[in-house]
């Protein structure tokens, strides 16, 4: 079985569903068929760091 990809916007909306519309952790995570853990873990990085959370997947190039 091979890994999902979640897309930067749609971890955004994942957390912004627990934290401006009050549903629990619990429920938006069954409601979006993803771990809690997961869950949990994209508002931990969001809220650390919000303006590089997220960044992708694969190699980044560098801006010259």
Known sequence: ???R???REFKI???RLVT???VAVAQAAR???VAESVLRRWMR???ATPAT???G???MRADL
Do not use: H, I
């Open 1 to 3: 079985m091979t890994r």
């Open 5 to 7: 990809k979640f897309s």
């Open 13 to 15: 909306e994942a957390v």
């Open 20 to 22: 401006d519309r009050g």
């Open 31 to 33: 409601d979006l068929d």
């Open 45 to 47: 990085e969001l809220t």
């Open 53 to 55: 959370a997220f960044p």
């Open 57 to 59: 997947n694969g190699q």
